[in-house]
């Protein structure tokens, strides 16, 4: 069990440092702590709608492996 509570909190902590990279790569929508970053500036470089779904579909299967491996590692304390 020691190897996969290693393994499972290695890709907690990878997918924990690429969940905040990919948020912060989504377009701000005005007002917020993106403005604050330089993300009010207006440029067309990641306005594409396809590239902005894409990242959208990324953020949320890298989210969804965030949370399954969470819950597997309580799971795993838990019954240990």
Do not use: C, P, Q, Y
Not at 29 to 48: A, E, Q, T, V, Y
Request: no cysteine.
């Amino acid at each position: 069990m020691t190897v996969l509570t290693w393994s499972l909190t290695g890709v907690l902590i990878l997918t924990s440092l690429f969940l905040i990279l990919l948020i912060l790569l989504h377009k701000g929508k005005g007002g917020g702590m993106s403005d604050m970053f330089g993300g009010g500036m207006s440029s067309n470089l990641g306005s594409s709608g396809v590239a902005e779904r894409n990242l959208n579909r990324f953020t949320t299967l890298v989210a969804i492996i965030w949370g399954a491996s969470i819950v597997l590692l309580g799971l795993i304390v838990r019954f240990e």
